[in-house]
Antibody, heavy 120, light 106 residues
Framework: EVQLVESGGGLVQPGGSLRLSCAPS????????ISWVRQAPGKGLEWVSG????????YYADTVKGRFTISRDNSENTLSLQMNSLRAEDTAVYYC?????????????WGQGTLVTVSS | SYEVTQPPSVSVSPGQTASITCSGD??????VCWYQQKAGQPPVLVIY???KRPSGIPERFSGSNSGNTATLTISGTQAMDEADYYC?????????FGGGTQLTVL
């Protein structure tokens, strides 16, 4: 069974940093691109960042470019999102999601999400 | 930046057909997928590559995409289909989500 489990969320002050992790299981991690997608309370889905299976290429939404860094360690089966200079508008549930190339890079599996709250 | 637009809400009677649209410039040139999200749960993929259903998704869910509009159609809508629905496409290397449509089954 494919599973993705996020961790690392919590309360952080504006300007602070937080590192999210995503632990995959049930599939060959290195064969899949993974993205982070967030959802602010009561709002819609917003794509944040993505990384290809090899880790060689990364992509970011304009809203987080220069502040967030996505990375992966395929030998350790881990995915991370380093979030710096956090703002109140970054408050959201953060999901990691697997993208399947054969299905046009649709997100076929999602974690349960981890809540990030940016507040003083 | 590329944008896709959905109606905020759609209502349907049980057993009837619900149609949810997603509009964007030349959207028909891109692959569109659709996600269902129920309260407190992560999204679930219901349609990918415009028209394809993942295993386990009921046949009453179907999709189309042409011109500037993609449509998710739910035939014989059931109470369990009440949820938020999001369309999504890729623009270069950026995933773009619609604002979501709340489907109410009255």
């Amino acid at each position: 069974e494919v599973q993705l489990v996020e961790s690392g969320g919590g309360l952080v002050q504006p300007g602070g940093s937080l590192r999210l992790s995503c632990a995959p299981s049930g599939f060959t991690f290195s064969s899949y691109a993974i993205s982070w997608v967030r959802q602010a309370p009561g709002k819609g889905l917003e794509w944040v960042s993505g990384i290809v299976g090899s880790g060689a290429r990364t992509y970011y939404a304009d809203t987080v470019k220069g502040r967030f860094t996505i990375s992966r360690d395929n030998s350790e089966n881990t995915l991370s999102l380093q979030m710096n200079s956090l703002r109140a508008e970054d408050t959201a549930v953060y999901y990691c999601a697997r993208a399947v190339e054969d299905s046009g890079y649709s997100f076929d599996s999602w974690g349960q999400g981890t809540l990030v709250t940016v507040s003083s | 930046s590329y944008e896709v637009t959905q109606p905020p809400s759609v209502s349907v009677s049980p057993g009837q057909t619900a149609s949810i649209t997603c509009s964007g410039d030349k959207l028909g040139d891109k692959y569109v997928c659709w996600y269902q999200q129920k309260a407190g749960q992560p999204p679930v993929l219901v349609i990918y590559q415009d028209t394809k259903r993942p295993s386990g998704i009921p046949e009453r869910f179907s999709g189309s995409n042409s011109g500037n509009t993609a449509t998710l159609t739910i035939s014989g809508t059931q109470a369990m289909d009440e949820a938020d629905y999001y369309c999504q496409a890729w623009d270069i290397s950026t995933a773009v989500f619609g604002g979501g449509t709340q489907l109410t089954v009255l």
